[in-house]
T-cell receptor, first 112, second 113 residues
Framework: EADIYQTPRYLVIGTGKKITLECSQT?????MYWYQQDPGMELHLIHYSYGVNSTEKGDLSSESTVSRIRTEHFPLTLESARPSHTSQYLC???????????FGSGTRLTVV | KNEVEQSPQNLTAQEGEFITINCSYSVGISALHWLQQHPGGGIVSLFMLSSGKKKHGRLIATINIQEKHSSLHITASHPRDSAVYIC???????????????FGKGTHLIIQP
């Protein structure tokens, strides 16, 4: 049973549209992460947050932005979607001081 | 740069067979994770290891920190075990930077009835 929720699960959208992918967790975890996974490839970290008002870019450069106004919520925004943004986006969270991670079900984004 | 290598990349086996998936990594780590990803894309955490061996049902995970190597075993495999199995490590940093995971490319496992 997931304690981290991502919406939508699937999204097909036209080029140039602004989109926000939602991620919420109910575990009170301080740390949250966004990973991007291109088809057939490994996941790469694109954003992370260690708490409210803390956001950093990850190892893989991304045109997306994130915000962390509340502990439980870590949305990812693309201001102008492009076909190159077609990918799967996975959200995860971790408790401070713990090495364990909880993953969401992912959002599969297709930009046409 | 940390590399996480998994083998094999693809594995097809018959129901009931004993399955082994291997993972090697190149830097010091705080923990290693074995994850399962089904066709829908969602990821389930199977194990987190920092030493030794763990068992859950038909799944067994082992790690050798000195050799920087881990294995995931599935006993009495079943078609419902068909999925992508991903090894991920949490590199040990002396300070600063993200503590996100570094992932292998995954092993695509198909168990045929």
């Amino acid at each position: 049973e997931a304690d981290i929720y991502q919406t939508p699960r699937y999204l097909v959208i036209g080029t140039g549209k602004k989109i926000t992918l939602e991620c919420s967790q109910t575990m009170g975890h301080d740390k949250m992460y966004w990973y991007q996974q291109d088809p057939g490839m490994e996941l790469h970290l694109i954003h992370y947050s260690y708490g409210v008002n803390s956001t950093e870019k990850g190892d893989l450069s991304s045109e997306s932005t994130v915000s962390r106004i509340r502990t439980e919520h870590f949305p990812l925004t693309l201001e102008s979607a492009r076909p190159s943004h077609t990918s799967q986006y996975l959200c995860a969270s971790s408790e401070r001081g713990s090495y364990g991670y909880t993953f969401g079900s992912g959002t599969r984004l297709t930009v046409v | 740069k940390n590399e996480v290598e998994q083998s094999p990349q693809n594995l097809t086996a018959q129901e009931g067979e004993f399955i082994t998936i291997n993972c090697s990594y190149s830097v010091g780590i705080s923990a290693l994770h074995w994850l399962q990803q089904h066709p829908g894309g969602g990821i389930v955490s199977l194990f987190m290891l920092s030493s030794g061996k763990k068992k859950h049902g038909r799944l067994i995970a082992t790690i050798n920190i000195q050799e920087k190597h881990s294995s995931l075993h599935i006993t009495a495999s079943h078609p419902r075990d068909s999925a992508v199995y991903i090894c991920a490590v949490r590199p040990y940093y002396s300070g600063g930077g993200a503590d996100g995971l570094t992932f292998g490319k995954g092993t695509h496992l198909i168990i045929q009835p």
